[in-house]
């Protein structure tokens, strides 16, 4: 499942391009998430071949649109052509969700995913993923090239970032906790032998993942409020870790459960 987690993190950072002004942030920061963007999807071909679960083929028709999409988002922002490079992010964006959708029940769970679930889950885990990355990132250009940008954009950013995580927690609940305790005929309800594992993801998915970051993400609006850029920068790293951690549990429970945690 890691290779869907290098794509969620590539449509992330995409998702994050397309909500930025390209205009308010410099052109360094956006060449750097497409460098990154691309790095992952290729380790995440890679990894796919090596391990066999899927072809050659199946690259070309599903994970090479969302490469060339990155290369051209990187091309038109190296080119200093800030509105094009965001139209080509918000379609790489579409295009990494798409296939994390479609490569999901190939290379994870075993069991019948609802599809719409997790059309709702991706885009947001992505977006989570990304975001944080992003955010970061954009905090440390404050440090280097701060004088080319106002305090606009990374307050901007960090409001959506605290907008998502409301949405994916409101997602994770409806659309997979909730089934999960009331499917009393599931083997995944709560009398299974496989509680102890189950409540133990679940905890570190809504308690690392979600609630921890949540306050870190209040702190930082404070601190981009204050200007404390190098403060939220360094809360922001320790929550882009969490984000990291609580993402990854959730897809060992969409693996473990076909529920979109």
């Known amino acids: ?16 391009q397309t909500a930025s002004n390209p205009k308010q942030v410099t052109l360094n920061w956006l060449r750097l998430g497409g460098i990154i963007a691309i790095s992952m999807l290729t380790v995440s071909a890679t990894a ?13 028709t599903t994970l090479a649109p969302a490469i060339i999409l990155s290369a051209t988002q990187l091309t038109l922002a190296q080119l200093a052509k800030p509105n094009p490079q965001r139209i080509a992010a918000a379609l790489t964006a579409i295009a990494c969700t798409l296939t ?11 069991q019948t995913i609802t599809t719409w679930h997790f059309a709702i889950a991706l885009p947001l885990s992505a977006a989570l993923l990304g975001g944080y990355l992003m955010v970061m990132l954009l905090g440390h250009a404050y440090l280097t090239q701060g004088h080319q940008m ?11 970032l605290a907008i998502i ?20 005929t599931s083997p995944f309800a709560p009398t299974s032998a496989n509680d102890v594992w189950h409540f133990t993801m679940i905890i570190a998915r809504f308690a690392v993942g979600i609630l921890i970051p949540a306050v870190f993400t209040y702190m930082v609006y404070h ?5 404390a850029n190098q403060s939220a920068t360094g809360i922001l790293y320790v929550a882009g870790v969490l984000i990291i951690l609580g993402e ?8 473990a459960t076909a529920l979109p945690f």
């Open 1 to 16: 499942m890691t290779a869907i987690l290098l794509i969620l993190f590539a449509a992330g950072i995409a998702i994050t």
């Open 48 to 60: 796919m071949i090596i391990l066999n679960h899927i072809n050659i083929n199946q690259i070309a």
């Open 100 to 110: 994390a959708l479609h490569w999901l029940p190939i290379i994870g769970t075993q």
């Open 150 to 160: 106002t305090q606009k954009p990374f307050l901007h950013l960090t409001i959506i």
């Open 165 to 184: 995580l409301l949405a994916r927690t409101i997602a994770s609940i409806t659309l997979a906790t909730l089934p999960y305790f009331q499917n009393t």
């Open 223 to 227: 601190c981009v409020r204050r200007r």
């Open 248 to 255: 990854g549990a959730a897809i060992a429970l969409w693996n």
